[in-house]
């Protein structure tokens, strides 16, 4: 076993910080008892600073095989994931099994072979830990890719009252369980109002290894919107089975959801909010224009759904070209701080990620004048270049970049000012940030 596990413990790490929030690390082992979960498995939760009460979870689920497995084990890391967490006090949540290529990935997947009660337990012991008791209550969102959305799929129909909303990219049990190949789940009416996104790869459609997500995914999308579920349709046009650029659309969705879904802070119910059937947008399934509900003239029922008219301008974008573009540059960076260390300066500073864009690459001048770029050159494997080079599986690739840059060729006895400039995605770049002096 490749995976560090420690035999019959728990391990907690509470108190780890990293930029402005808190992470929480359980691990189980593997079980041997009938119904419970053949792998070990690691949870990650970040918790953002300040956070009186927590609000939901937002849950990104990798997909199966080893290398899916170790990305997720950074994904409560990813600064943009966690712009998105912070913006409603919501957690953030990173699994990662424990699972080997040759290993029967459906011994997770499927949450009814143990994997939800694991799930479940996880929300206990952060609940416990982190002296956060709500996170046992709060509702989740839930974002999965490939085999990460077949869990997703069969959450759904277990606890639909407790989902905000799922983002499936490439993967959903729908298909699996209509051919028999896994037990056909009942199905509660309520599944049905949970928003959703179904979101393959385009190329994935003439894929002999990966048109089944093609396939499934729009079977899916079908059934449940026939049933009036307010389900969307976003194939990407640029990418087969890897994330690709999904987040800048995934993101906003669950954004927009959220916000028609989350109850008032204030409120005595605090149940999900009902979708309100009357303000959607509405799409031809494989077009490229959407319209409000209102001025639609095409089959509802076959139609793709769109929360608001914000996430049907970047839907019509993404369809198109596999990527939304943004206009508005970041926020600047904080806390810069520029200490002597023998003859060098260390810079170390912290950036909330563009909720657009992300985070490209950081500037960093001296006296006014650009002295470098961190990183130098930002790698884009799977899509956008940025600060956290993605992995396939739209997760940060190790090692983690720090917020700090060594200046090794300071002037001796001169008084410099330092300062840091935030390049999004998009290539947009913020205002300076505050100086800071080095005497």
Known sequence: ?????????ILILAGKTHAAGTYHEVIYPPSTKAGELEFGVTYTLWIPDGVQRIRGIIVHQHGCGSGA???????????????????W???LLGPSYHQEDKQNCRLWCDPRNGSEKTFLKSLADFAAKSKHPELEMVPWCLWGHSGGGFWASLMQTKFPERIVAIWFRSGTAFSAWEKGDVPKPEIPEAAYSVPMMLNPGGKEKDDKRFSGAWTGSMAMFKAYRAKGAPAGFAPDPRTAHEC???RYLAIPFFDACLALRLPDKDAKDQKLKAIDPKTPWLAEILGEKAEAAASFKGNVAESVWLPNESVAKAWAEYVKTGA?????PPAAATEVKAITKDQTVEITWQAEADFESGILAFVIQRDGKDLAQLPEKPVGRFGRPL?????????????LPEMRFVDRSPKPGANHEYRIIVINSAGLRSEGSKIAVVP
């Open 387 to 399: 600060f956290q080079s993605m992995s396939y599986h739209d997760t940060p690739e190790k090692p």
């Open 1 to 9: 076993m490749r995976f560090r596990l420690m035999a019959m413990l």
């Open 324 to 328: 939304v573009a943004d206009t508005t």
């Open 69 to 87: 497995c170790k990305g997720g084990a950074t994904a409560a890391y990813d600064l943009h994931w966690q712009a998105l967490a912070k913006k």
């Open 89 to 91: 006090d919501c957690a």
């Open 244 to 246: 690709g650029d999904s």
